[in-house]
């Protein structure tokens, strides 16, 4: 099996925190979408398994803001995916949406295309904070959209929070969470603010919450999403049971999915490659027939460094079995001292994070990893 990942780098406005490649020229759509399906029909049998066909489970709309799409350019995108690939019947397939993109025709709309799970970035319920962050929503259409999308037939939706907004008080995050609870979304993603250089907020010269800070709005989005009965099954997802995100699942497992659209990233196991981040170069490729992009081959040290970031993610951890006695052995003598402090436990061939570990995991990664 396989996944789909298309890009849609179009927003109305660009949030002050977003490091993302996007364009705020919404002109361009049609040409774009255009593009994205050229690249489809081109690169179709990539990924082709021993029948002949490209296995599709899960396809993911992604951004940018792919709800500024008309019906129309969203159609257009599930025709071609469709004609081109073998798409399971049970396949996930996910559109993130802006919640007041999300009007009761949209809904509708959504409903009526292969869409069954929906991703909505709410960020915070405090419409002060969200005006500071240039979100185009408020609290309240968060919770408009989530309606709209149930009473439309939409039975699973996710919803990003984030955390560590410069001045945020650990009360106003408590209320975040109730109010994203109140909801009672199928998944949640939760991650704390990162200030990335190049950013409008970089610019404006935040502070960073302190270290400590971070650390107890985490804790406690933990502890109450488990009192709530999510599991916490990768560092910064939640799901109800049976409600995991299973394309994001992909990437943390090793499951080979292509990426399309300008700056998308695809993996077949044997290499990963990425687009051009430019729409207009991207474009006129595409109208002459190639895909402008890089690509990176990969070798036995990558593919294990690319195992261990993304496997300790996860609530399942790394499996040993699936390594060469060679790396086994290597992670498990790099895994041992961290094993001792209580960071990683070994368990039927496979290591985790522990609770404690989850605090560090970035410096427990850099050391199980292989260093040229």
């Not at 500071?132 to 929070?161: F, M």
């Amino acid at each position: 099996m396989a996944g789909i990942y298309i890009h849609i780098p179009f927003c109305k406005t660009r949030c002050i925190y977003c490091g993302f490649y996007s364009s705020t020229r919404l002109e361009w759509r049609q040409s774009y979408i255009d593009a994205v399906c050229k690249e489809m029909e081109l690169r179709h049998k990539e990924l082709t398994a021993d029948d002949g066909n490209t296995n599709i489970s899960t396809i993911y709309l992604g951004g940018g803001t792919p709800s500024l799409l008309t019906p129309s350019q969203i159609e257009q995108l599930f025709h071609t995916v469709y004609r081109f690939f073998s798409v399971a019947d049970n396949a996930e397939v996910t559109m993130e949406c802006n919640p007041d993109d999300v009007t009761e025709d949209f809904a509708k709309e959504l409903c009526l295309l292969p869409v069954n799970r929906v991703s909505m970035g709410a960020q915070t319920f405090n419409n002060q904070r969200l005006k500071l962050l240039r979100r185009r929503h408020s609290a309240h259409q968060v919770t408009s959209a989530t309606e709209r999308l149930r009473t439309a037939g939409i039975c699973n939706i996710s919803i990003d929070l984030m955390y560590g907004f410069p001045g945020e008080t650990q009360e106003e995050w408590d209320e975040d969470i109730r109010q994203a609870l109140a909801l009672q979304p199928e998944h949640l993603s939760a991650y704390c603010l990162m200030i990335e250089e190049g950013t409008p907020l970089y610019q404006m010269q935040t502070e960073q919450a302190d270290e400590e800070t971070e650390r107890k709005m985490y804790e406690t989005l933990i502890d109450r999403l488990e009192e709530a009965g999510y599991e916490h099954y990768e560092i910064s997802n939640f799901a109800r049971p049976g409600y995991r995100s299973h394309h994001n699942s992909s990437y943390w497992t090793g499951i080979p999915y292509l990426g399309f659209g300008a700056a998308a990233h695809s993996y077949d196991i044997k290499s990963r490659s990425w687009n051009i981040s430019d729409i207009n170069l991207y474009i006129e490729g595409l109208r002459n027939g190639q895909r402008i992009f890089e690509e990176e081959i990969l070798n036995k040290d990558t593919r294990y460094n690319d195992m261990v970031t993304v496997a300790l993610r996860t609530r399942e951890g790394l499996d040993l079995t699936q390594l060469s006695e060679e790396q086994a052995s290597y992670c498990r003598k790099n895994a041992t001292p961290y094993i001792k402090r209580g960071w990683l436990k070994e368990h039927e061939g496979r290591i985790r994070l522990t609770r404690e570990g989850l605090f560090v995991s970035d410096l427990i990664m850099s050391e199980l990893m292989v260093v040229d």
